[in-house]
């Protein structure tokens, strides 16, 4: 009588073993385990060979998702060495499983050589099917080949469509893209619009999106203008680096627009506008040291800085930019 109640009690436990283990295995999250393992890497390069590992089965096995996070390790030579060809597998494994965003990584490499040579006609066709299915960035740079006829021909309608479909779900490039076309291009200018799609790329934090809000203040584009809302956006966007926000305040300190005229403070910002590349600000800043004006002369850096310039192409004639310069220094003229 005991050997059975102590036989039946075994199997009791056994089944709740039993049970728990099928359960356990019933809510493993695949996605879950693919998406820790890609983060994993990408945090850590050299993290353990077993983040690896768990994508690399799930990929082999047909696992859609970890084989577009492969794929895109493979891509950028995260985690494991750059190699376009292993790229190419597990995307374009993916990407016949109808993946939008493996379809867009394939698309990228097409466009950016990584899998053979540029083809653009590759890319506008991946890209299009991509967004057909709703991926906000193949959306966006579909918008790209539209507007710059790559891969198809020139269409600024499909363009806006595109950058439309992509700003609505919030990709802030694709905003500000939107915003530019509707600044400044006369077949479907709206200044207003142009503003508040600015203005939404700026609400989350993009450089250029915060400059371009900056930059309608200051003009007074879509927006009633004033100097101190576009010191307030071109300051917010210089902090994240944007190359030309430097240029716009060294102009309204030089110049004394909206705030109290301060060639030294000017001589800065051209300064950290120039160093980032901006050929106007470089030329400037040549002139400011050529004619020592917030800053010591310098003919060695006023040349270098004038050299800079031009061999971005930028070949503005320096007596003209002298004499609008001079205009601030001696308005009496």
Partial sequence: MYTQRKYALFLAALLCLVI???????????????????????????????????????????????????????????????????????????????????????????????????????????????????????????????????????????????????????????????????????????????????MKAAEQSDAIGLHNVGYCYYYGYGVSQSYTNAMEWLLAASELGHPVSGLYIGDMYYFGEGIRQDFAEAFKWYCISAERGQPEAQLTLGLLYEYGIGTERDQELAAKWNKAANDQGYYAIQENTWAFLREAMFPEE
Wanted: aromatic share 12%; glycine share 8%.
């Fill in 20 to 198: 728990c283990l099928h359960t356990a295995l019933a809510t493993v999250d695949p996605y879950s385990e693919c998406i820790d393992a890609y983060n994993t890497i990408l945090s850590n390069p050299s993290s353990p060979a077993e983040a690896l590992e768990t994508l690399l089965a799930y990929a082999e096995g047909g696992y859609i998702s970890a084989q577009t996070m492969l794929g895109t390790l493979y891509d950028f030579g995260i985690g494991v060495p750059q190699n376009a060809g292993e790229a190419t597998k597990w995307f374009t494994l993916a990407a016949d499983s109808g993946d939008a965003m493996a379809l867009y990584q394939l698309g990228g490499m097409y466009a950016r050589e990584q899998s053979s040579p540029r083809d653009y006609d590759k890319a506008f066709d991946l890209f299009l099917r991509s967004a057909q299915m709703g991926y906000a960035p193949a959306q966006y740079d579909l918008g790209n080949l539209y507007r710059d006829g790559n891969g198809t021909e020139v269409s600024l309608t499909d363009a806006l469509q595109w950058y439309k479909a992509a700003a609505v779900q919030g990709h802030p490039s694709a905003q500000v893209c939107l915003g530019v076309l509707l600044l400044e291009n006369p077949a479907c200018m709206d200044q207003v619009k142009a503003f508040e799609w600015f």
